[in-house]
């Protein structure tokens, strides 16, 4: 069977409101994991799976004053309603797709130097909801 590999180019990412992610995006990684509790007992060890959590690692060249800027969006929604959640949409070129519901983060301001001014959010999935579609 031949080998597929996808790289990170081979993802496409929307948010709510159509903001210009994959233009400025240099990682974007989702991570879902269980909260799984262990009990002692007189057999041995017992697991039982009590909740489900979700982040995501958007690491970004930041876009102040762009059209369309992923930034001021975030910080925007940051200010008007903390706790409203927003989509994003995660597609492999395979064809895999991930919907999950994020909660906003402020986004940081300012830079060093020559380097390009960069940020990076850890975004708490919403009840670690992920609705994934495999073709």
Not at 5 to 19: E, M, P, Q
Not at 50 to 55: I, L, P
Not at 98 to 111: C, D, H, N, R, S
Request: charged content about 15%; hydrophobic content about 40%; proline content about 3%.
């Amino acid at each position: 069977m031949a080998t597929t590999v996808i790289t990170g180019r081979d993802i496409s990412l929307s948010f709510t409101g159509g903001t210009d992610i994959e233009a400025q995006a240099t990682n974007a990684v989702l991570t879902k994991t269980f909260v799984r509790e262990t009990y002692q007992t007189l057999d041995g060890e017992a697991y039982k799976v009590v909740n489900s959590e979700g982040t995501f690692q958007l690491d970004m060249l930041a876009d102040w004053g762009k059209t369309s800027s992923v930034c001021e969006a975030l910080w925007a929604a940051c200010d008007a309603s903390p706790n409203t959640e927003i989509t994003v949409t995660l597609t492999a070129a395979t064809g895999a797709q991930f919907v999950f519901p994020i909660l906003p983060e402020y986004p940081t301001a300012g830079g060093s130097g020559t380097a390009a001014q960069t940020v990076s959010y850890t975004f708490k999935v919403a009840r670690g909801e992920v609705t994934e579609t495999f073709s």
